[in-house]
């Protein structure tokens, strides 16, 4: 099976200097693979140089005149930058041309125009955007991280009918652990919405576990494989998470640079800390899905650096492989018609 | 200066086993502390031995003929547990025999009695729970966390204002750094609340810093000393970063426990290992503040071992030294005062 994703170039904080090299470590890995590489046609041809030639079957370059920049406002990007590398990396995802689109770039834009081309699943009142995090357990996925600031009850259990296709498809679990982020495990804890959407999970089909606390994202006493919160608590629990892994990883190595006798103990111990880095390594767990649209579309970190980026290409080829859009798109119409019905 | 501090010695998961040693190592340490031992007298002075007499005059007990279950509802605690070690040691706080109490007890039930007993500050709508993070520029003081799920504007900017000066008080900081817990630092990201606080924090005397995102709480790029943020968030955000914490000492541990080399690599890092370890122990950053009340209340983890316990009731002492209620209550007054007649 041949499947074609496309790239846009010149998105994130490096543009093609990353991107590039990432796509041409895809096609490496991936020999059915197809890439349409979308950005300046003058400066992809020559980062690509002889690569044109070696992968000339499964890479092609589709020329964007615009960049969407980074803090570019949305609403703005949408209406001015009609042809940028974004924008037109989407197109071809709607045009059929391309299976799933990746960027860096900026996410508003990037999910503004995402909503604006490819439209949403009817039924679906707002995308949601899922990651992935390492986990004692494995690893735990989580949405909303982002998009959506105020949640309904039933926007968080839309997120969850998503999220459970979603890693039912791509972990091929049969009944993923669905889980709502609260304060507390007790059933008289949380806000309103959580509260209610708590109701329509308990009467769902979906595996729904009942509340879980932060801890559960890394380090819950039971495994959970798919984590519902709003996009607020969403991104402040990852941000969270990101900056304590940072504190550590700094006194760590403070620790270990403090004189002459930690230094040495810390080249005897560096292998077993690479190993137990690479481990946790963010740039393994890169990529961030928009789930609710009628296309695949994959959001790397805007830092993402080569390593990154290649995670982030190769999980919208994961999901293309798996088909997860159909099989959203039929779940939601599914559990649609069964609550319409009830 | 001589002061007392009331301990709730059979709340929290072990009781008396940690509270009463923990209570202990206080007294050596701080040669005018006071403290009232508040639970079962038989137990007590069972476990205290000789200590009644080595402490006579720092060191009393208060005998309670009941315990606060830590799984018990707050309404019932309230209602049938007016003997209970956590409602007398509060009592003692009402009626000027102590200066601060501390607790391991139950959150909910804690902060329902306090509030019943002690009374709110008049201005202030609701109480907060503050706490204290490691972070790469030394700590972090982070409020609500988890006393409010819904939080207005208001409450928001209130929890700033008392916030600050338990900042003040502690550190000695002339002007904390104040930042609002958001999901971006543009004035464009966030709910209707975030913004609407933020409006309320510009106008303030406070040194308010904007927008500070989930990283900022242990490894932000500038130091922010007071960060504000609903109950939900905040108690989402702190149980992330416990569980990102866990997670990476289970791995590190993992890591060197493979096999012979890593294992002896393990025992040469050690020590190395131990420094860094020591720097982040949570122990050394146990205990809540309750604000808002016209008394102080401590509320230890209740999980918390000797060393724990041992932190939250030095840093009620802390809190009593710096007369932290008076100084909250009086800013409280003017803030109103100013806001008032603005």
């Known amino acids: 099976m041949s ?55 499964r890479l092609s370059i589709q020329h964007a005149s615009q960049t969407v920049e980074m803090h570019e406002s949305p609403s703005k990007a949408l209406k001015n930058k009609k042809d940028s590398s974004m924008r037109v990396a989407i197109n071809l995802v709607h045009e059929g041309r391309a299976d799933a689109c990746v960027s860096a770039g900026n996410t508003g834009a990037l999910m503004a125009t995402a909503r604006f081309v490819l439209k949403m699943i009817p039924g679906i009142d707002r995308p949601g955007i899922i990651s ?13 991280l982002g998009a959506n600031v105020d949640c309904t009850e039933e926007h968080l259990f839309q997120f969850a009918v998503m999220g459970n296709e979603l890693v039912k498809a791509i972990e091929n679990i049969e009944n993923p652990k669905v889980g709502l982020l609260n304060v507390g495990e007790e059933e008289v804890k949380g806000n ?20 879980v606390e932060g801890n559960s994202l890394n380090a819950g006493s039971v495994k959970v494989d798919l984590v519902v919160c709003d996009g607020f608590v969403g991104n402040v629990a990852l941000k969270s998470i990101e900056g304590a892994a940072k504190m550590i990883g700094t006194l760590l190595k403070e620790a270990f640079a403090k004189n002459i006798f930690t230094k040495v103990a810390g080249l005897i111990a560096y292998p077993v800390l690479k190993s137990f880095k690479d481990r946790i390594d963010p740039r393994l767990y ?16 805007g830092g993402a650096d080569s390593l990154a980026f290649q995670t982030a290409i190769e999980l919208a080829i994961c999901e ?3 088909d997860v859009i159909r099989k959203i798109s039929e779940q939601v119409e599914q559990s649609l018609s069964v609550r319409k019905s009830a």
Chains 1, 2 share one sequence.
Do not use: R
């Not at 959407?197 to 595996?207: I, Q, T, V």
């Open 320 to 322: 293309v492989k798996h």
């Open 3 to 57: 499947l074609t994703i496309s790239i846009d170039t010149m998105g994130g904080d490096f543009g093609p200097q990353v991107t590039v090299p990432a796509s041409l470590a895809c096609l490496k890995n991936n020999p059915t693979l197809k890439l349409v590489l979308v950005g300046d046609e003058a400066i992809l041809t020559q980062q690509l140089g002889q690569n044109l030639t070696a992968f000339q079957d």
């Open 192 to 211: 309103e919405q959580v509260k209610a959407a708590a109701k329509l999970l308990e009467n769902s089909s979906l595996n729904y576990i009942g509340y």
């Open 286 to 301: 890169n990529g961030a899905s928009f789930l609710g649209l009628k296309g695949l579309v994959i959001k790397s970190h």
């Open 132 to 144: 992935t995090l390492p986990s004692i357990h494995g690893h735990t996925h989580v949405l909303d």
